[in-house]
């Protein structure tokens, strides 16, 4: 059957509710829904997509769209037109995950009970089954696939009853009474309702995590500071780190202590329904300045601008890069883009604006076992010099004299943390799981659904067991010789008249 | 002698070529005499039996090659995305392997072997030199070593089911008389493993990055190649299609995934 006999066949249109019903629950509306996602995943690979920078930055945004349209000049403003440059975040990806959901809760009812949801019942459903049957006189078909029959002298109602139980013992599953002339047997029906459900649990927790997930980025800790969660959680966090592979957290409510966790390098750790990874733990230099009088020297930085402060903190990465001012254009699917000053990392400046100086600070590492603790270099210029007229080494705390004032040094380790509560991921794996042994169970044992129907001829019963496509959707037609061929149904078959023949030998 | 990985996948490739000939010899030896004659049955068997060696031998010499890649760098195996064709090659065999005892049209394991034979000459081709091994971080190298190993199985599995479904639909004769059920079994084992594949890249996300999904190309891919046969699914487990119709769909599903791994979509996440 077509998808077109398919559709035409579950639409009825004095019925619209019920038909709705029907064509949003078809198992074609499934797989051309999941094709549709498909055709999404596929421009996501191939087109440029718009990288988060740009989505925060205004400015980081207009040069990526003018890089666009140097890179596409005929098609650009048509991607950008039709929103296929950020299909990942597109309200047309959340409508077709939310059809499918849908899609999927009424296919997964459907496929539960299928004759209850059919148009007018199981009265139907029989109905239609029994018009497929040979009528008096005429050929019992020639049965090419999913159909077979058997005569056996008596009555229909002992031949029924004694063919319900051989199924049950096979673990069919009888629906209707084996009283009647007709009766609906399925087993392992139940393997695809645990892929509908794994499914149903994925949608529905990435749904959960986008409405209800937050995640706090680059919370940094300097050595010793307690600083607020926030968020409602009524907690404040401490951690200290020796710049190694663990950072411990000591977490507090009001002052009082109430718990510590370890956070390994690289790895998650739970603390009251949050998660945290130590994202880095990074080099720090607090950085003071005093006159000859004791008062305090106003000092800058690159980074924070205009304001002055009395003491600042310099943050280092054990890596260099090269010192530039750049512009990050990358049109390359997931490749980032913005603007930054890119220092070494290992390199930091401090301006003194009252003493029109700089000092360049500069980190390394202590690699080697003889001298772990890592050194720093602080060089000073005076105006528009490029010339130190000041150079030292330092490990460790230390004040320095320069320039008539006196610096102190003090080496920290900073800890930067990421944490965030997001509960639609225990959905979300517990939807893979749920996803994968349904398939597993499905592949190894598909899903097997007959009718078994009696009929009277010449003092004699044949019985018909009738296996068709679609009898998950309730659709029925009189199986075409190009049907498929099941196994499972010659086995069924072939157990059922060597039992019922042993019964009559009986 | 100093045997190096290239060398070995490179005797896995000719094994292939030559149970393809093997395969071909079998063929051509039940089409010369009468297919009942014990004669034919048994100089078809032997051809048959060397055939399944080959398979195996050449398993055999891709997975030497990939360990000693491994121990050669020092890292976690398939951390390279050429390896991941290598592996999805080698899967592609076992898993022809472990078909032999079913039906199959009769040209569908000589296209299997060719298409394994492609993967490895286009692998072996693009193998990397020592210098540009993986830009993996070592913490996050399980993780991506063991879904790609998911991801192997599940690429070995689909190549296997596409060329089965290819020699189907070339194949008038075959059409009709075989079951609907041809090849489209391993493609569902290869939709599990990439399940696996799926489940695994995201909780090493989320245990290594603090994210479980960042739309990565090689993630993109994974979905992408999920919901494809996801399709193929819903076709032979709740309508139960024709079997053309599956077919089509099957090849359809070769088709990307041999885009996949040529366009090296397998990457490091």
Not at chain 1, 408 to 426: A, K, N
Request: charged share 15%; net charge neutral.
């Amino acid at each position: 059957m077509g998808i077109r006999e398919h559709f035409a066949e579950r639409w009825d249109s004095q019925d619209i509710l019920d038909s709705l019903w029907r064509v949003v629950a078809s198992p074609y509306t499934t797989m051309l829904l999941l094709l549709s996602l498909a055709a999404v995943a596929a421009c996501g690979i191939i087109l440029p997509q718009r990288p988060a920078e740009a989505l925060a930055d205004p400015l980081a945004e207009s040069l990526w769209t003018t890089s666009l349209r140097e890179r596409y000049p005929g098609t650009a403003d048509g991607l950008l037109r039709f929103g296929l440059v950020g299909v990942y975040r597109s309200a047309w990806l959340r409508g077709l995950l939310g059809f499918l959901a849908l899609n999927l809760l009424l296919g997964m009812v459907e496929w539960i009970c299928p004759p209850r949801w059919l148009p007018a019942g199981l009265a139907s459903m029989e109905g239609a089954v029994r018009s497929l049957l040979p009528t008096q006189g005429e050929q019992t078909p020639a049965t090419p696939e999913g159909n077979h029959s058997a005569s056996l002298p008596g009555a229909a109602g002992d031949a029924m009853r004694r063919a319900c139980q051989i199924l049950r013992t096979q673990g069919f599953r009888i629906r209707g009474n084996s009283q009647n002339d007709t009766v609906y047997a399925q087993r392992f029906a139940l393997f695809p309702v645990l892929v509908y459900v794994g499914a149903l649990l994925v949608l529905g927790g990435a749904a959960l995590g986008e409405r209800t997930a937050w995640w706090e980025e680059g919370f940094i800790l300097a050595p010793g500071q307690v600083r607020p969660l926030g968020h409602n959680t009524g907690l404040a966090v401490r951690a200290e780190t020796d710049g190694g592979a663990q950072t411990r957290l000591t977490f507090f409510r009001g002052n009082r202590e109430v718990g510590r966790k370890v956070l390994q390098a690289h790895a998650p750790s739970l603390y009251d329904h949050l998660l945290f990874y130590a994202t880095a733990s990074e080099p720090a230099l607090r950085v003071r300045a005093e006159d000859v009088a004791g008062r305090g020297v106003s000092l800058q930085t690159p980074e924070t601008g205009a304001t002055q402060f009395a003491e600042v903190a310099l943050r280092f990465r054990e890596e260099e890069a090269s010192s530039q001012y750049i512009v990050v254009l990358n049109l390359t699917p997931g490749g980032p883009t913005g603007r930054q000053y890119q220092q070494k990392g290992n390199e930091r400046y401090v301006l003194v604006p009252s003493r029109d100086l700089t000092l360049r600070l500069r980190y390394a590492a202590g690699g080697s076992e003889s001298d772990p603790a890592p050194t720093f270099q602080v060089e000073a210029f005076r105006g528009g010099e490029t010339v130190p007229f000041y150079r030292q080494y330092f490990t460790g705390d230390n004040s320095l004299q320069i320039d008539g004032d006196l610096y102190t040094f003090e080496p920290q380790h900073y800890s930067v943390v990421r944490f965030g509560q997001d509960y639609g991921l225990i959905l979300v794996f517990g939807g893979v799981v749920l996803l994968l042994v349904g398939i597993l169970s499905s592949t190894g044992r598909p899903p097997q659904r007959l009718w078994l129907l009696s009929q009277s001829v010449h003092r004699e019963v044949e019985l018909y067991l009738i296996v068709l496509p679609h009898t998950a959707a309730g659709t029925l037609s009189r199986a075409s010789g190009e049907g498929p061929v099941f196994p499972w149904f010659e086995n069924v078959v072939q157990t059922l008249a060597t039992q019922l023949a042993w019964h009559e030998r009986r | 002698m100093h045997i190096s990985e290239t060398f070995l996948f490179a005797t896995g490739a000719a094994c292939v070529i030559g149970g393809a000939l093997a395969y071909m010899m079998s063929v051509m030896r039940r089409s010369v005499l009468p297919g009942d004659q014990p004669t034919a049955l048994g100089t078809a068997g032997s051809w048959r039996n060397i055939e399944q060696a080959l398979g195996l031998a050449s398993f055999l010499c891709t997975a030497a090659g990939l360990v000693l890649a491994t121990v050669q760098g020092n890292r976690w195996p398939l951390t390279v995305p050429t390896e991941v064709v290598f592996a999805s090659a080698g899967f592609a065999l076992l898993w022809q392997i472990q078909q032999r005892q079913r039906y199959q049209p009769r040209w569908a394991p000589l296209l299997c072997y060719l298409l394994v034979f492609g993967l490895l000459l286009w692998a072996i081709v693009r193998w990397p030199t020592a210098e540009n091994v993986s830009r993996i971080e070592e913490w996050q190298q399980a993780w991506t070593a063991t879904a790609h190993l998911a991801l192997a199985v599940a690429c070995g599995a689909f190549v296997q089911a596409g060329g089965v479904a290819l020699a189907s639909l070339l194949s008038e004769r075959d059409n009709q008389a075989s079951s609907p059920q041809i090849g489209s079994n391993v493609a569902l084992w290869g939709l599990a493993a990439l399940t696996t594949s799926l489940g695994v890249t995201s909780v090493g996300g989320l245990h290594t990055r603090g994210m479980p999904w960042s739309w990565t190309s090689s993630e993109s891919w994974q979905l992408l190649l999920w919901l494809f046969y996801a399709v193929l699914w819903c076709a032979q487990r709740l309508l139960v299609l024709r079997r053309r119709q599956v077919c089509i769909l099957a090849v359809a599903g070769l088709l990307l995934v041999l885009i996949m791994l040529g366009t090296t979509g397998a990457g490091p996440t």
